[in-house]
């Protein structure tokens, strides 16, 4: 039986690693404090979410290039959105002088109290 | 175990693990490096998939250009004098990474039959899935929003140079 698994690796394989993934990214953003690693758990989601879509590419049609082409333009979106972030996570460690997210919080606070 | 069966077994077997790793490592930089094996990992996944352009794409988005873009931003951010004692202290450690490396690929070079075998694994995977006719594809069906997306990636550079903090 384990013979048979080994030997024909379907799509369902494949989106299992991408879930599994997603849940590690999706942990990664909400108990890390550290905001570039908060950006790196997003960026797991997003190479989750490729795999999902690149799988189901492959599995429904092999002519077929929509997900390829869905995922590049995702690819696109992504590095965008980690260019912002780091570009924020500059302005905010200039200004509170750190990247923990908790910190900057109750500095804010701080700062609008007074 | 076909060779196909074994390299998703690896690839994602490494893909978690690192992923996991990633998270767990205090210090950020080890993070990013972590960071980048779950890349690579998730790159050959594509791969195996038959999706090869997806495939250049996120090794040259993900494993190349996203690396030197954090690895920037934590050098500006970490701006103490420790650190530089410590990266002097991990010179011999970067020099052995680097030898290895030469070795490796001077183990590749020589032995022509390993390279031979390690190409044959990654071009029988599917052979429907043609390079020239997805880049057809995309500028055929999609040119407008392949346009948007420069744009759009221009308009991010100017705005975030133009900006003054």
Redo the contacts between chains.
């Keep these: 039986m384990s013979?048979n698994i080994?030997?024909?690796?379907t799509?369902y394989?494949?989106q299992i690693?991408a879930i599994?993934?997603f849940f590690?990214?999706l942990?990664?953003v909400v108990?890390?404090r550290?905001l570039?690693?908060i950006?790196?758990?997003i960026?797991?989601m997003f190479?989750a979410i490729?795999?999902i879509f690149?799988?189901f590419?492959?599995y429904i049609s092999?002519?077929s290039?929509l997900g390829?082409?869905v995922?590049?333009?995702s690819?696109?979106i992504s590095?965008?959105v980690?260019?912002?972030g780091?570009?924020f996570?500059?302005?905010l460690?200039?200004k509170f002088g750190t990247?923990d997210v908790n910190k900057i919080y109750s500095k804010y606070k701080e700062i609008n109290k007074c | 175990m076909s060779i196909n069966s074994f390299f998703f077994i690896l690839f994602s077997v490494l893909m978690c693990i690192s992923s996991i790793f990633s998270l767990l490592s205090k210090k950020i930089i080890y993070t990013l490096l972590w960071a980048m094996v779950v890349f690579l990992m998730v790159s050959g996944l594509f791969l195996l998939l038959g999706a090869k352009y997806n495939s250049i794409v996120q090794f040259l988005i993900y494993v190349i250009t996203i690396p030197v873009l954090v690895g920037v931003s934590i050098m500006m951010i970490k701006q103490n004098s420790e650190k530089r004692i410590i990266m002097l202290n991990s010179f011999w450690k970067i020099i052995g990474v680097a030898i290895l490396v030469i070795l490796i690929g001077e183990f590749f070079s020589l032995n022509k039959d390993v390279f031979e075998i390690v190409k044959a694994c990654f071009v029988f995977v599917n052979p429907y899935s043609d390079l020239d006719s997805f880049a057809q594809n995309i500028l055929e069906r999609y040119p407008i929003l392949l346009l948007e997306f420069g744009l759009g990636l221009i308009i991010t550079v100017i705005g975030l140079s133009n900006h003054e903090s």
């Design positions: 013979h080994l030997n024909c690796i799509t394989y494949y690693d599994l993934l590690v990214g942990l990664g108990f890390s550290n570039i690693k950006l790196l758990s960026e797991f190479n490729n795999l690149v799988s590419s492959s092999n002519n290039y390829y082409t995922v590049i333009f690819t696109a590095a965008l980690l260019a912002v780091l570009y996570t500059n302005i460690n200039q990247i």
